[in-house]
Each structure stands twice: as C-alpha cells, then as structure tokens.
C-alpha cells in the first residue's frame, strides 16, 4: 500500500462524517479515525495481529458485569484514566490536585463526627489520624464541606469487596468541616493492594512484566458549595510502590508522612485547597467492584 493510497483511505472514511449533526462526537469520532489510522501504518499492523486485538478487547467486554469493569481496568493501567482525570479537572493554580476515583467508591458512607474513626471491625493495623482544614485559593476556610472517605483494611481488600466479611460501613465515613474549615479523620493506615489481575487487563500487565500493586493511600472526595469537587487520594510516604503504581495515580503533592504527634498518635495533615471555578461535570460513576 502506497502512502498516496492510504491518504485516499482516510480522506474517503473521514468524509462520511462531513454530515454528523452532532460536531463534538464528530471531533471525537474523526480523531480516534486518524489516529487508528496512524497507529495501524507506524507498527504496519498484521491481519492476524489485528484479530488478536479484536479477541482481546471481546474478551475485556466479556470479563465485565455489574460488579467488575474490564475496560475501566484496562484505561487505567493504560495510564488513559489519569489522563482523562487531568484533562476533567484542570484544577486552577494553588488547588489540590485530584487523581482517580478507583473502583472502590460507593455512595452512601455514614456521617461520621469530628475525631471518628471510620474502622468499624477488628484490625491489626497501625491506628493513624488524617486532619486539616479545608480553604479556598485565598486561604479562607471553608466551613461545611464533606470529605467523602473510603480505604482498605490491613488484610487489603474494600468493605465492598469482601461483603459478609467486612461490615458494609468499614472503613468509610462522610466527614464534615468545622466552622474553622478543620477536618479530621481517625483509621487505619493504608496498604499497598493489587488490582484485580485475573482478567484480560492483567493478562497484559504480566505479558510486558509490569506489576500490578497500588501504593497505600486514603481516598477522599471532597465537596462544598459553590466549588468543584475534589477527587483525590491522601498517599503514605513510607509505603511500597509509591513510583510502580499500577494505575499513574500519584502525585508528589499528595504524599504525606505519618509521625507522632503532640498526644503520641500516628498523625499526618492533609490541607485541601478548592477552586471555585463553575462546578465540573460529574465523573463517571462505575460500578462497585471489579
Ligand atoms: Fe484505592
């Protein structure tokens, strides 16, 4: 195939969109054709290479239920998820930056008090306390918000991925600002865990020898009126896989070290910056587990 006839391909495929009455899915439809297009010419893609891709994407779909999202899995290892994240957001200069929702969240954590900890079962974890105050971009506290909270138990897994073992409110909690804009959470400290590798994204993982841990870390989702929303993660310094993180989650500006504090607990401070921009759109909501 010349490089004449090609660019006779793709100017023949993307004229059939000239007529899309909706010009964002075009912009997006005409793009993805270009750079498929693109990206079949640099690797000059075999038609059996090609039936592979199109039985490993089959079998992505297939691995989904209402409890596991193959395809979320897959844009997340393929470090899309981030991107898409990044993109979303564009938090403005001097707000907190946000990282991957995860598959974990689910809504409706209990309303827990100032100081509470959100572990509700037995735990042989270290006991830590996450606290500080939530502002705007002036440093004004912002009294009011939630802090949406969810983490793993020390044995690794969700409440929501081992229900009838954990409580379904383990180590979840909504916790809310004082009129000084301060938060804090007790729990326990987070472990590293690995992504579910027993489907087609994992296949992939371990066909390049790629690891499929997540550093520790404590998710918030943060909300107030009259900003956006925050998704973003609280990372333990001193945890393992700070730099493998199988889905690009980490932010330096998100990583704290827990010490002891004035009363001997293990402690660290997390501020929140929001950013008053007009609210984002809401992200996607994917099911449960996986
Ligand atoms: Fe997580």
């Keep these: 195939m010349t490089d004449k006839a090609h660019a006779e391909l793709l100017e023949d495929v993307l004229s059939r969109y000239q007529d899309s009455t909706n010009p964002r899915l ?23 290479e ?32 981030t991107l898409v994240e990044m993109l979303t957001h564009d938090g403005a200069e001097g707000s907190t930056e946000n990282t991957v929702l995860g598959p ?24 830590v306390v996450i606290r500080g105050r939530v502002t705007d971009r002036d440093g004004a506290p912002i009294a009011g918000a939630t802090l949406d909270c969810w983490q793993n138990a020390t044995a690794g897994f969700y409440a929501v991925q081992q229900p009838g073992f954990q409580s379904a409110a383990n ?27 027993d489907g087609p994204a994992g296949d992939l993982l371990k066909a390049h020898g790629r690891g499929w841990m997540r550093p520790g870390h404590t998710h918030m989702w943060v909300r107030a009126d009259g900003y956006k929303e925050l998704i973003t993660h609280v990372f333990d ?30 402690a660290t401070t997390f501020d929140i910056v929001l950013d008053a921009s007009p609210p984002s759109p809401a992200p996607l909501r994917p099911a449960p587990t996986r």
């Design 26 to 48: 075009r912009e997006i439809t005409e793009a993805a054709i270009r750079h498929l297009h693109a990206f079949a010419e640099e690797v000059n893609l075999q038609r059996d």
């Design 50 to 81: 090609w039936f592979a891709g199109i039985q490993f994407l089959t079998a992505t779909g297939q691995k989904c239920d209402d409890t596991r999202q193959e395809f979320i899995l897959l844009s997340d290892t393929l470090g899309l998820s």
């Design 104 to 127: 974990f969240y689910v809504p409706g954590s209990p309303r827990r008090a100032k100081g509470e900890s959100m572990l509700v079962d037995p735990d042989d974890g270290d006991r």
């Design 171 to 197: 180590l979840r909690g909504v916790y809310e600002t004082d009129p000084h804009g301060s938060y804090e959470i007790r729990t326990v400290r987070p472990v590293p865990y690995p992504i579910p590798s």
């Design 237 to 266: 310094e001193q945890s393992d896989y700070l730099r493998e993180d199988a889905v690009f989650g980490v932010r330096d500006s998100l990583v704290r070290r827990f010490a002891p504090d004035g009363d001997g607990e293990l």
